[in-house]
């Protein structure tokens, strides 16, 4: 039996592929005393590790997905369990043929060799596959299948020959201590050992392990079938464990590989079969494995007769027959992404969780980087577990959107699709005036935000000259050209916003500005009532977040941020107060809603129902201060998103519909309109240049680049000031651009609107690659009603980023021609920013 | 010829088998469910004794209306057809009673089985009396234990084979006859995709006999203590030499 140490550095939990990895990382990251633990005996612990399909398809819409897969790849090369077999996914209908033309585009934006390739050459590449029944086929010849287990065994024989690591296998965790919010220890029924740090690698039990720390891990267990038939002597003749490529037959939501003499068949076609983390047996009262549940036949009869229809020939073989069968446990988040970072419940608590074979070795390397130097070279808001609300860590929350996601693994998912079920979870007090108006709402972070409002339907008729329909299906989902009609109403008249989503903090106390100047790019230094726009960075100088800042008093601040980043920017900011408890630190975010005032008439709407002045001298842009708007106590602050005069009017939650309809009332002669986030975040941003954190700025981008920095450097230090000044020293790599797409009429005569995550090509369709790698993207993609134009943002390296350049675009495998408008962050609408000033 | 197979759906285990709280019962809810590998084998006959002679494969399973999942396993091993006959009672009386009446229903519309095979134990309760107990009922003849099934030339008479201390034992039996087979009579074949699908259609009747319970009940089961390994150390270097050569001997290896 070995002995525990009493005390480590880090205890990392699970020894499937992502705490293997996660300890080989921090192994080579220089930390010293590690120990791995798992529940059950090695090699095979007995989790989802144990029983995966081990195939790798490069290719995926998410860049950070892509990146850390592309990364795993090569760290199973590295450790010799690689084994490139190539890899293709069918399209049976014309809806996947368009959605393969869609990866090909993400194939391009990320830099992964992939082709779309006809029937007959499917047929040459597998020559069991019945190609009558296929339209299209999408190959990627790095696609592989590796070997998690034997890399694991690797991983801890290479962090143990550093002296690094300590493993035990068949030790059970009985609890975790924490004090003061932060990890003390951890017992097992080996012995107990002292540590600051843990990483819970438990794949689907990751929830019942957080939870002995008081976290939670917002995953849920769900099945996975497969089933291995064969002896198929095609297969066997090949004397390896794969000779033919993957085959993912998208349609029915499968895939078909090789292994050895068998053909694995696996769906994600089948209903979700959702699983308690409790309830999964121990090692021993397991049939095969923990994960490994009993195959329920029923569920998987109709995948056996698509499997057939594609497999004909050799599934149909004399003598094959269904050798194994499983459900097999995965673990599923509300968003399909992992759960990776510290949690934002317990200090020195990380989770490295829902993570898939493709990506464990990837995912090691990210959190031993995140842990050891505080960021990522990988931008992780897609994967940071820090990303959910509260009311998105619940266990109903959590089971509803597996069960809604499970189907959506293999789906086809639009950008924008809107999640059905457990909707309503978050409501602003306008919420009733929104449904009367007919919203159509958008979720974020559990929020209803009405995207646009069929209310405003009849603009479409007022503005019928200026307001494009779009032709294509795809294009109008999830869209309505509504937006654009609500846009020009607001750029005519005055609209109304909801933002109640926003994301607010209070900051205060005798440290809140030294704290506040540690935090922000910006000065913050302002004269009470001043508000300042701000980068935040992280340690690598990356974008953290973008926030407004505004001082409510010498020693009191309010930070305004966007409602999507809301968790993980409250974390940054409280993983980062004073020691000294000289700043408090609250979060007000369902204290206060907030309404979005814009347009030429908002003043006018303004005065009618507040006795203060708000005139353009005494209330300069930029500024901000509470007024009474007909007894409703109301910080306003004038500024705009959209670029037009107004203001971000922020009350009490509980007086918020008072609110709503004293402006709507005083509004009706000024014309005044309900406006959604279409409006908000797409149509007048981009006429704007404003940049979202999310798309234009991320981790991998700096203020220089973004055209975010300032002319001048304060004095007092921040996070990412060095290689912030670095940055500015050597100028940009790349530059945040704005594009007009010139023609957009696809070879079928319809007119076509490409989207965000579209390549960025030269004029001889060529990728654009800047001199750290990063490839030019659509970051942004929209109408810009007012100015008659359809915008693109993308990154863009020197000699592209001028003004006047032509490129092309891929959308949906046809090339548009585009032209570089703006190199930098001057707008297009309203250069000087008359209107807002106003 | 005419078959009919009978099979137990019985729990797959796994390393460990846990009880329930009251103790009467294997806890089930994180197993599948199977046939014992004894009727696998006994599936597995009737498929290759009518594909070679000619016929029909009946299988049939006393139980809850779940059984109809073992049922079907079977039909995709290749069995055409399949009879639930509804029980309640667990003892092995009831469940002879059981057969041995649905049994005697289906022979009366259609004839009798030429030979009714049997897994030689269930592979949970293992009464070893279920497929002796269905003879008598219908006054037929029987070998358990059987590893080797041959139907005689003229199709009368059925050979079994089975294993004993002193050989192998060779029995004649004439048809229609009942055996208990053992595993190691064949090497089961996994189910096609094909004999899946086409199962998942095949028919399957119910009956209800009314029996009366059998005399065995289950009191209580016992989890056997795990055995532990015991080391003993003989000695050390060449001071062991002497007891190692006793013990050698004790064993009878030299």
């Known amino acids: ?838 | 010829m005419k078959v009919l197979v009978c099979i137990k759906r019985v729990p797959a285990p796994g390393g460990k088998l846990s009880l329930t709280e009251d103790g009467t019962d294997i806890d089930t809810r994180h197993l599948g469910f199977t046939i014992g590998p004894h009727e696998e084998c006994a599936v597995e006959e009737a498929v290759r004794l009518v594909a070679e002679h000619g016929g029909q494969v009946t299988v049939l399973s006393a139980g809850p209306p779940e059984v109809e999942e073992q049922l079907r396993y079977a039909m995709s091993m290749g069995a055409n057809a399949g009879v639930l006959v509804e029980q309640s009672a667990q003892d092995p009386e009831a469940t002879a009673r059981a057969l041995a009446e649905a049994i005697g229903t289906l022979e009366s519309e259609d004839g009798p089985f030429d030979l009714v095979l049997l897994g030689n134990e269930s592979a949970d309760a293992g009464n070893y009396q279920v497929g002796v107990r269905v003879a008598c009922s219908l006054g037929r003849p029987v070998v358990g234990g059987v590893k080797g099934v041959e139907v005689g030339a003229e199709g009368t008479d059925v050979f079994l084979r089975r294993e004993s201390a002193e050989g192998i034992e060779v029995y004649q039996a004439p048809l229609p006859a009942i055996t208990a087979v053992k595993e190691g009579l064949n090497l089961p074949r996994y189910p096609s995709i094909q004999g899946r699908l086409r199962a998942k259609k095949g028919p399957v009747r119910t009956l209800r006999p009314e029996v009366p319970q059998g005399g065995l009940r289950t009191v209580r089961l016992r989890q056997p203590p795990e055995k532990s390994k015991e080391t003993v150390v003989l000695g050390y270097g060449a001071d062991a030499a002497d007891s190692v050569v006793d013990l050698l001997v004790e064993k009878g290896m030299v």
């Open chain 1, 1 to 838: 039996m070995n002995t525990l140490p009493d005390s480590a550095d880090v205890v990392v939990i699970g020894a499937g592929i992502a705490g293997n990895s996660v300890a080989h990382h921090l192994a080579q990251a220089g930390w010293h005393n590690i120990v791995l633990l798992d529940k059950g005996p090695l090699p095979d612990p007995g989790g989802s590790t144990g029983h995966a399909s081990n195939f790798i398809f490069p290719v995926d819409h998410s860049k950070e997905i892509t990146a850390i897969t592309v990364d795993s790849m090569h760290q199973y090369e590295k450790l010799g369990m690689l084994t490139t077999s190539g890899g293709i996914e069918v399209a049976r209908t014309e809806e996947r043929v368009e959605e393969l033309k869609r990866r090909m585009a993400s194939a391009k934006a990320w830099g992964i060799h992939s082709e779309l390739i006809s029937p007959e050459r499917v047929a040459e590449l597998v020559p069991f596959v019945d190609t009558s029944i296929v339209k299209l086929g999408f190959w990627t010849p790095s696609a592989a299948v590796v070997d998690p287990l034997q890399s694991g065994a690797l991983m801890r024989e290479q962090a143990q020959g550093l002296g690094a690591l300590t493993v035990s296998a068949n030790t059970e965790v009985s609890g975790i201590d924490t004090s003061g919010g932060r990890i003390s220890k951890v017992r097992t029924d080996r012995g107990d050992i002292d540590t600051d740090t843990v990483v819970v690698a438990c794949g689907v039990w990751s929830p019942r392990i957080a939870r002995m720390a008081g976290a939670r891990i917002p995953l849920v267990p769900v099945v996975h079938q497969l089933i291995d038939v064969g002896p198929i002597p095609e297969l066997a003749e090949t004397h390896s464990e794969i000779g033919y490529p993957i085959v993912r037959d998208m349609d029915p939501l499968m895939y078909e590989r090789q292994s050895g003499a068998d053909l694995e068949v696996g769906s994600y076609a089948h209903r979700a079969i959702l699983h308690e983390p409790d309830d999964i047996p121990s090692y021993e009262a397991a049939q095969l494995s923990p994960t490994q549940l009993p195959f329920t036949q029923e569920d998987f009869d109709p995948q056996m007769e698509d499997a057939l229809e594609l497999f004909p020939g050799i599934l149909n073989t004399p003598g094959a027959g269904i050798r194994h069968s499983i459900n097999g446990l995965l673990s599923l988040t509300p968003d399909g992404g992992p759960v990776l970072g510290e949690t934002p419940e317990v200090k020195g608590l990380w989770s490295a969780a829902s993570v898939w074979i493709k990506e464990g070795p990837g995912v090691g390397k990210v959190l031993a980087d995140w842990m050891t130097h505080g960021s990522t070279e990988v931008d992780m808001h897609g994967a940071d577990i820090a990303r959910f609300y509260p009311n998105q860590r619940t266990t109903t929350h959590v089971r509803a959107r597996a069960d809604e996601g499970f189907n959506k693994i293999y789906g086809i998912v639009h950008p924008n699709e809107q999640w059905e079920s457990n909707r309503g979870q978050r409501l602003s007090p306008f919420h009733p005036r929104e449904v009367e108006l007919g919203a159509r709402f958008f979720e974020v972070g559990g929020w209803e935000r009405p995207h646009w409002y069929e209310s405003n339907r009849a603009l479409l008729e007022e503005y019928a000259d200026r307001v494009d329909d779009r032709p294509h299906e795809w294009d109008a989902r999830w869209w309505s050209p509504i937006i654009n009609a609500e846009h020009l109403a607001l750029r005519e008249r005055v609209g109304v916003i909801d933002l109640t989503a926003f994301a607010q903090f209070d900051v205060s106390g005798p440290g809140a500005l030294d704290y506040l100047q540690r935090m922000a790019l910006a000065q913050v230094d302002k004269p009470v009532g001043k508000s300042v726009y701000t980068p935040i960075l992280d340690h690598n100088g990356g974008f953290r977040s973008d926030l407004t800042i505004i001082r409510l008093d010498t020693d009191s601040f309010r930070i305004i941020a966007g409602g999507s980043d809301g968790p993980r920017d409250k974390k940054w900011f409280t993983d980062h107060l004073p020691a000294d408890g000289s700043v408090v630190f609250t979060d007000v975010t369902s204290a206060v809603c907030t309404i979005g005032l814009w347009g030429p008439r908002a003043r006018d709407v303004l005065s009618a129902v507040t006795e203060d002045d708000v005139s353009a001298e005494a209330f300069p842009f930029g500024t901000a201060r509470y007024i009474d708007v007909d007894g409703v106590p109301t910080l306003a602050l004038k500024i705009s998103y959209v670029g037009d005069l107004g203001w971000e009017l922020h009350a009490p939650f509980d007086q918020g519909l008072k609110l709503w309809d004293t402006l709507f009332e005083a509004g009706r002669e000024h014309g005044i309109v309900p406006a959604g986030i279409g409006v908000y975040g797409t149509t007048g941003r981009l006429e704007k240049g404003y940049r979202l954190m999310g798309a234009e700025l991320e981790s991998e981008y700096n203020p220089v680049e973004a055209g975010l920095a300032l002319p001048k450097v304060k004095s007092p230090d921040f996070v990412g000031k060095e290689p912030y000044l670095r940055a500015r020293e050597r100028g940009p790599d790349t530059t945040l651009c704005t594009l007009t797409v010139d023609e957009c009429t696809d070879s079928n005569g319809t007119r076509r609107y490409p989207q965000a995550h579209s390549p960025i090509l030269t004029t001889t369709g060529e990728r654009i690659v800047d001199s750290r790698a990063r490839s030019s993207y659509v970051t942004s993609a929209g109408s810009a009603p007012s100015l008659g134009e359809y915008l693109l943002m993308g990154y863009l390296p020197a000699p592209y980023a001028a003004e006047g350049t032509g490129l092309l675009v891929e959308y949906m495998g046809e090339q548009y021609p585009v032209t570089v408008v703006r190199a930098g962050r001057t707008p297009l609408f309203d250069p000087d920013d008359e209107r807002m000033k106003a």
